[in-house]
């Protein structure tokens, strides 16, 4: 099954409306970094209890929200989370409810990987794996909605760091065309890290991030889709702005590869080839 990729931007955490509370958090670490783009400055609980790894947000009014983030974030393989969105404090009368799901998806089908392995009933990715990858827990709502409240509980109890961290909070609208990118879109990585050779000819290495990219063009867009979607998403975001990349919606397995935080690595002119047809080639790179 495949849905047409979605972005999405203009965070709600940044209007400098949105308000943390619940759960219990380090003072010098606490839940007011999670509307940082720095993504080392986190938030850390104090303890793994469920009561301690819960938070809420909220904003004064409503808000349009298609998708949410939250991380990158040191949960295992066996944490689960759980997203709660309303329109009253109480959460009473949710307008979605995620309910608790696996914070790492299971990334290979029966088959992929060998039998023996110690990820072969689960088709998650290992402990050793995860240890070296930063990555969000992202939610995509089957709609837009509005809600002014939210709830999000972790559960990783069994964690060996004795607590729950993460790094950011997102949550947006999304653009999502009538129709997906053309044939020819790219997904690659960029190894930040750098090499150096001694004067025998030996290499040393500093060993830094990977970032992905992708490399995808809109051939059919509408002149409403190209000026209210893409030339909007330039025009607010230019090269600093902090984007959410969703290559397919539907795409569970492959989500944790092609979901990510990014900017745009450049400002595209967007060509119209005939009457109410347009196009919109577009680079993103992503943040660490």
């Not at 400055?41 to 301690?52: E, G, I, N």
């Amino acid at each position: 099954m495949t849905e047409n990729a979605l972005i999405g931007f203009g965070n709600y955490v940044d209007d400098g409306e949105i308000g943390f509370s619940g759960g219990s958090w380090y003072p010098t670490l606490p839940l007011t970094n999670l509307a940082s783009r720095e993504y080392g400055q986190v938030a850390r609980s104090t303890s793994l209890d469920p009561a301690a790894t819960r938070f809420d947000f909220a904003w004064p009014q409503r808000r349009f929200i298609r998708v949410v983030a939250w991380g990158p974030h040191n949960v295992k393989l066996r944490g689960k989370a759980r997203l709660i969105l309303a329109n009253d404090a109480a959460f009473a009368e949710p307008v979605y409810d995620s309910g608790l799901i696996q914070v790492w998806p299971r990334v290979y089908d029966f088959g992929d990987i060998p039998w023996g392995s110690p990820n072969w009933w689960t088709g998650q990715y290992t402990e050793a794996q995860i240890a070296r990858l930063q990555r969000p827990m992202i939610w995509i709502l089957p709609q837009a909605l509005t809600a002014r409240y939210g709830r999000l509980l972790i559960e990783d109890e069994d964690n060996p760091a004795g607590y729950i961290q993460s790094g950011r909070l997102f949550a947006a609208d999304a653009l999502q065309p009538s129709r997906s990118f053309v044939f020819g879109g790219e997904i690659g990585i960029d190894d930040l890290s750098e090499q150096q050779r001694s004067l025998s000819g030996a290499r040393y290495f500093t060993e830094r991030s990977k970032a992905r990219f992708v490399n995808v063009e809109w051939g059919t867009l509408s002149e409403k889709e190209a000026m209210n979607g893409f030339f909007e998403l330039q025009q607010q975001m230019g090269l600093t702005g902090e984007c959410l990349f969703v290559w397919n919606p539907a795409d569970t397995v492959n989500a944790l590869r092609r979901q990510f935080f990014c900017t745009l690595r450049s400002l595209s002119a967007l060509p119209a080839i005939a009457p109410d047809i347009w196009r919109a080639p577009v680079t993103f790179e992503e943040l660490l």
